[in-house]
């Protein structure tokens, strides 16, 4: 399964070089020296687009071949300023995968979760993600045909959240349902992660467009998220369930990844990080204020599940622990939004992300505590975005 991971807008303070190895020095279990090649942004344009106008999310590893409407996302909001024509190659990509499911009534306006396998998930996170693209793209380039997408787009958020209308809801509470099939067959939890991540697409589409419609669910989102989706250790929720037939809303119905059978809640490290950094855009500073409070990082990175009560790791007895990399690039931009860094701090998440840099320009996106890479090297574009973003910052 395509892993997800998020967007929003970033900044950063900056730490000079030799401060920054100085510190990583510290860092027992990613110091290591920077990698010389290509970039991150060649590595995209030489492995990662393929004919189809679209990006693969992973390079090596299980899931290589799987062209991703969302890495595509990602690729075209890091390619807008440095690889104009390939961005706009990949905004041409989405527009024609968005237009085969326009004969599909639930369908139309997304995209599949994966272009290229017979799955056919439609996800409202793939379609925030997407609009939010095309917006950067009709900016950059004054054509109207990505403010259509995105248009397009954002009508299939504003169909998945009408839960009621299909049946899945007994309120909507302001925010999408996880996904529907080509068949019709919803998937009615409300997961975070990348939906809050990217709910500002609304607002930007709303302003440009002067859409009250997308503002109106904007707002009602946000009003709900802010109230909602915090739980009482700090941590955010994974999911709501509203089960099936579904109930009235009830607090208790918010769930974590997981429970495990001696009854601990088991979060996802990346999944908490983006609903972070979309709580953090949406207002929600004492949430994250919280958040920073529960997480605990090792040396500056991120254990990939984590404790929902304590902030530390969370695996099960006799699983391998590892680190989830876009964690602590993740970690680090939520840490210079909200002004918390200390330049330690950034020195060893930086050094985190600089370790799992490869010699084509990607990142290896898991490291085990013993030091080996997860799944087979596997370089995820994802990774790379935020790594980017973190090393960047200014």
């Not at 009408?162 to 019709?184: R, T």
């Not at 530390?312 to 690039?329: E, L, Q, T, W």
């Not at 490291?367 to 997860?374: E, F, I």
Request: charged fraction near 20%; aromatic fraction near 12%.
């Amino acid at each position: 399964m395509i892993r997800k991971a998020f967007v929003g807008s970033l900044a950063g303070g900056a730490i000079g070089a030799s401060a920054i190895a100085a510190r990583a020095a510290r860092s027992a279990l990613f110091h290591g020296r920077d990698v010389p090649g290509p970039t991150f942004t060649e590595w995209i344009v030489a492995h990662q687009v393929t004919a189809n106008g679209l990006c693969r999310y992973y390079r090596f590893g299980p899931h290589a071949r799987e062209e991703s409407p969302l890495a595509t996302a990602y690729a075209i909001l890091h390619l807008v300023d440095k690889e104009p024509g390939v961005a706009r190659k990949l905004g041409n990509g989405l527009i024609a995968l968005q237009a085969s499911s326009s004969g599909n009534r639930r369908c139309s306006g997304g995209v599949p979760s994966i272009a290229n396998d017979d799955s056919r998930l439609y996800y409202a996170s793939d379609a925030l993600a997407c609009a939010e693209a095309q917006i950067a793209l009709y900016r950059a380039t004054h054509r109207d045909r990505y403010l259509v997408s995105a248009r397009r787009f954002i009508a299939f958020v504003r169909s998945m959240s009408d839960g009621v209308g299909a049946g899945m809801f007994v309120e909507n509470v302001g925010l999408p349902m996880q996904f529907v099939s080509w068949a019709g067959d919803y998937q009615n939890d409300v997961v975070l992660d990348g939906v809050l991540l990217f709910w500002h697409a609304l607002l930007s589409f709303a302003k440009l467009a002067g859409d009250s419609a997308a503002r109106d669910l904007y707002e009602r989102g946000r009003r709900f998220v802010l109230a909602k989706v915090q739980a009482p250790s700090g941590a955010f929720y994974d999911h709501y369930d509203p089960g099936y037939p579904p109930l009235p809303y009830a607090d208790s119905r918010w769930r974590f990844y997981k429970t495990e059978p001696d009854g601990r809640r088991i979060a996802v490290g990346d999944s908490m990080l983006m609903a972070a950094l979309g709580v953090q855009r949406l207002g929600g500073e004492a949430m994250v204020e919280r958040f920073f409070r529960f997480l605990q990082p090792t040396n500056g990175a991120v254990y990939a599940y984590v404790d929902a009560a304590t902030g530390g790791p969370g695996f099960a007895a006799g699983d391998k622990p590892y680190f989830d990399i876009v964690d602590s690039a993740l970690y680090g931009v939520l840490l210079h939004r909200a002004g918390s860094a200390d330049e330690e701090q950034i020195a060893a998440l930086r050094a985190v992300v600089k370790r799992a840099r490869t010699k084509d320009g990607g990142y290896r996106w898991g490291r085990h505590v013993d030091g080996t890479w997860v799944q087979d090297e596997a370089e995820a574009l994802v990774t790379g975005f935020w790594a980017q973003r973190l090393l960047e910052a200014s």
